[in-house]
T-cell receptor, first 114, second 115 residues
Framework: QQQVKQSPQSLIVQKGGIPIINCAYE??????FPWYQQFPGKGPALLIA?????SEKKEGRFTISFNKSAKQFSLHIMDSQPGDSATYFCAARGLTGGGNKLTFGTGTQLKVEL | DAGVIQSPRHEVTEMGQEVTLRCKPI?????LFWYRQTMMRGLELLIY????????DSGMPEDRFSAKMPNASFSTLKIQPSEPRDSAVYFC?????????????FGDGTRLSIL
């Protein structure tokens, strides 16, 4: 119930392509869905996030699409660049005990080639 | 502004030794999280604190692991005795919990190797 399933595990696209990373969840109590970007040797950093009452959110070249009925959400990266090569994690928050606990997906290693 | 500060960045030690990882959260943040990252298990939440009080430690793998937060600006994660399977990158994160959508800010991690 607390799992967030993420796919694919790895992804290679050409510069300018649109990589899409998918996540699915079971727990309908999740109320906030962030995506984190992680570069080698660094901690994850918040990229973009969405609430379940919104179907799409854009920030620059990054877009989250959210399908509440299917309990799925995805990250699209428009006009991908080599600098976008990183590991991407989806996550979901369940408010428990007054905390701000995130459950993370298993990550997607993205490589953008020239 | 200073981010989450973790020390040491790298730790190599012999099996059986005590290991202490340290974290300084962002000033003003009232939630603190300890995560472990491995290739096999991904990013796992070990424990988190709200206002210095442990809220959920269900992710702590064994009694060998313990975490403390004596004040709002410092936390430790201790492993005693350490084992080779504890080798991983350990992250600390902090956030401002207001009931809203405040992000977690991660440090750059401690890479721990147990020989």
């Amino acid at each position: 119930q607390q799992q967030v399933k993420q796919s694919p595990q790895s992804l290679i696209v050409q510069k300018g392509g649109i990589p899409i990373i998918n996540c699915a969840y079971e727990n309908t109590a999740f109320d906030y869905f962030p995506w984190y970007q992680q570069f080698p040797g660094k901690g994850p950093a918040l990229l973009i996030a969405i609430r379940p009452d919104v179907s799409e959110k854009k920030e620059g070249r990054f877009t989250i699409s959210f399908n509440k009925s299917a309990k799925q959400f995805s990250l699209h990266i428009m006009d991908s660049q080599p600098g976008d090569s990183a590991t991407y994690f989806c996550a979901a928050r369940g408010l428990t005990g007054g905390g701000n606990k995130l459950t993370f997906g298993t990550g997607t290693q993205l490589k953008v080639e020239l | 502004d200073a981010g989450v500060i973790q020390s040491p960045r790298h730790e190599v030690t012999e099996m059986g030794q005590e290991v202490t990882l340290r974290c300084k959260p962002i000033s003003g943040h009232n939630s603190l999280f300890w995560y472990r990252q491995t290739m096999m298990r991904g990013l796992e939440l070990l424990i988190y604190f709200n206002n210095n009080v442990p809220i959920d430690d269900s992710g702590m793998p064994e009694d060998r692991f313990s975490a403390k937060m004596p004040n709002a600006s410092f936390s430790t994660l201790k492993i005693q005795p350490s084992e080779p399977r504890d080798s991983a990158v350990y992250f600390c994160a902090s956030s401002l919990f207001t009931g809203g959508n405040q992000p977690q800010h991660f440090g750059d991690g401690t890479r721990l190797s147990i020989l």
